[in-house]
């Protein structure tokens, strides 16, 4: 039983992977993207949190959310509040 559950799990992880894949084929975004957008899940993040729920550097990060932006799946709020004005 254990073996066909370890199986299963398997192809199951498999299939979640090639969707993965297909997923970011058909609208050209980079892994990194595409875990960027899972992360935020559809909420506000500040861009320190962005960096770290998807592990980059603030400056990598950065640089992945204005590529989401310029392909039109997330809009960036700049907080004035957070840049000393």
Do not use: W, Y
Request: glycine content about 8%; charged content about 25%; hydrophobic content about 40%.
């Amino acid at each position: 039983m254990e073996a066909t559950l370890f199986r299963l799990v398997l192809a199951l992880k498999q299939k979640c992977f090639a969707t993965e894949i297909k997923i970011q084929d058909e609208r050209s975004l980079t892994p990194a993207e595409f875990h960027g957008l899972l992360t935020i899940d559809g909420q506000i993040v500040s861009s320190g949190d962005f960096a770290k729920n998807i592990g980059l550097s603030a400056s990598r990060a950065s640089r992945v959310g204005t590529s989401l932006m310029k392909k039109g799946l997330i809009d960036i709020i700049h907080d004035q509040n957070d840049r000393g004005n």
